[in-house]
Nanobody, 123 residues
């Protein structure tokens, strides 16, 4: 079973950029679709972006469309989330997860989660 470790979070000013990485262990990474979710204090964990196994299909929440880009490198067993034009409302713990089937937007369709990385957007 794949295991996931996120990195790249931190403190950034509004309008800034960050790139999150999610490194996967296990030989089956390239067979999984992958997703990024985020959870702000006191809020539900919400969908951010997803990518299919080949990278040929990407999906985004309306709140990040045009600002965030999800990508993957199957040779490196890594999925990325490039975040630009960051806003204070993007502040959250960001999680990557492995998709098992069904809608990419639904949290229950992911069965392996990383530990999360904190992103704070503040001046």
């Amino acid at each position: 079973q794949v295991q996931l470790v996120e990195s790249g979070g931190g403190l950034v000013q509004p309008g800034g950029s960050l790139r999150l990485s999610c490194a996967a262990s296990g030989r089956t990474f390239s067979s999984y679709g992958m997703g990024w979710f985020r959870q702000a204090p006191g809020k539900e964990r919400e969908f951010v972006a997803a990518i299919n196994w080949s990278g040929g299909t990407t999906l985004y929440a309306d709140s990040v469309k045009g600002r965030f880009t999800i990508s993957r490198d199957n040779a490196k067993n890594t999925v990325y989330l490039q975040m630009s034009s960051l806003k204070p409302e993007d502040t959250a713990v960001y999680y990557c997860a492995a998709h098992t089937g069904g809608s990419f937007y639904v949290r229950a369709n992911y069965n392996v989660w990383g530990q999360g990385t904190q992103v704070t957007v503040s001046s």
